[in-house]
């Protein structure tokens, strides 16, 4: 089976070739993560559960894959799609913002602490981005932190990189003090976005900032470290206190952490992904930085971009009132009761990652009885007898699930070839006991880990307490498992819990 994926460098399918030839099959992957200033919405969402397919089908595919997605906790700006950034760091809006709905009395809840200090902040929206991210099924959240690396813990391997690009004549101090990539000293500018310097000059997108057009040598160069010693997250360097760019840190964070789990030095990875809106400028300066940095041809061998999320056809937007956190949606904010996180991940999943998924209510029914039927499939498969298949992924149905994912992660055919098996004079419940747990590891929808785990020990202890005939005790904790939102049932191998759909 040859794996091909869509590479936004090169415009076309190309065969996955990892770096390492080894029989372990080590991946490298890097994936743009959150800014963690609010709640994730479930645009962003869309992107992390799309590098968590990928991850998973890798792994099937006996891949050994090291993942690592950060935690943008500082220098992200507002104004993010200009190559320099600008207006105020997202961190500094969030505070402002927290500041005023605790004077309004509507904080989150208590565990925020601090509403003045933006690493208070940064810690509540990552731990909230880490329950969602749980509840979503997506294994980077079980991850050790090493691979969720905090931006504000890697600013000496920024300032490293950035002594390089000024040693290297790539970067300059400018009048106003603050340290700007020269991009006309990097001859592959562009190379991903299309956006050249000869296009940018005619002003392409007009997505280049004018905001220090006096101090800069070109339009496009963009911020590496901002002195600013007003700036609420600020660190000390050779360029005065301040902070750095955006870009920066994943440029840094990406090959620092991905060299420590290679165990050598990694000066190319195989895959970064992140939002089609990543793309420019985010990723072009990545790589200039990168590339500008360590000499290497390339940076990531292999970049995948996520469409947009529409909701209703629409691009999200707060004014439209079409802008939904994932809590909105599995709160019943959205569709007036709560949805199974599992329900969401696969709405998420569903559509090809290169193409605009569009978030409906239908869409959200669709996906709610796709995995019910799933989850009644592995009902009945765990009840039969096992029928010995050596290897589930050898398994005409999995071979078949995964070929589709194989191009270019084709999920609506891999997902409608499973249905069709279900479907099928060829299905058999015994083997489905096989199949299904291969099938159900790219799509983990069969159970959400978290609430799956606390149900599994309340039904072990309802039957240790009927097993006492402490019939009491098994009402109470029936009870407790149905006011969860579980449906329980009392089978020969003992009390079973499933998670009731929206
Ligand atoms: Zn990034």
Redesign the pocket.
Known sequence: MTIQFYNTLTNRKEPFAPIDDSADKHVYM?N??PTVYDFAHIGNFRAFVFADVLRRFLELTGHTVHQVM?I?DVGHMTDDQLADGGGEDKMEKARKRLIEDKKAGKLPDGALGDPDDPFAIARYYENAFLEDARALGLRIADDPPLHRPRATEHVPQMQAMIRTLIDNGKAYVADDGAVYYDVSRFDGYGSLSGNTLDKLRGGAGGRVSDANQAVKRNPADFLLWKPDPSHIMKWDSAWGEGYPG??I??SAM?LHVLSQLAGRELTTIDIHT?GED?IFP??EC?IAQSCGCTGADRFANLWMHTRFLLVDGEKMSKSKGNFYTVRDVLEGRVTGRPVDPAVLRFELLKSHYRSNANFTAKGLEDAASAVTRLRNAMTEADAADAQAIPDATAHPVVKAFAASLADDLNISEAVAGVFEWLRSDAYDPHEARIILPAIDAVLAVSATPDTADDADVLCAQLDAARGAKDFATADALRQQLIDAGYDVQTTKDGTVARKKLA
Request: proline residues 0%; negative net charge; glycine residues 14%.
């Open positions: 890097y743009c993560g950060n943008t955006w870009h840190e994943c990406s992140g990543n985010h990723h990545e």
